[in-house]
């Protein structure tokens, strides 16, 4: 009875799955990047982070071949575009941006 009671009060605390709002690197490396209209852009390759803040600052990304990067709003530097955050809507099995 004694064991069950501690078990449950350190239980309290533990985060739950759902609760995890932090997402390692090497698990967005590599998903598709999608505009609002669900199209895909093309690959994440990389993160920016401010070495200051430890915040993510951009996203890099590797567009598709039949995109004209001169097209889009955002930075393309050798070969690579580079996505502010604020410019991502959510992270799920694809990377989605808000335009």
Known sequence: MFTDAF????????????????????????????????EKLGEISDLVIDKLSGSVTQIVV?????LDPTLLPWDYR?????????????????IHLRK
Do not use: T
Request: hydrophobic share 40%; proline share 4%; net charge negative.
């Open 7 to 38: 078990k449950d009060r350190n239980n309290i605390n533990q985060p739950k799955r759902h609760d995890i709002v932090a997402v390692f690197a090497n698990e967005v490396i590599g998903r598709d990047v999608v505009d609002s209209h669900h």
């Open 62 to 66: 590797i567009l598709e071949g039949n």
């Open 78 to 94: 050798d070969g690579r575009m580079m996505i502010p955050i604020d410019d991502v809507a959510r992270i799920a099995n694809r």
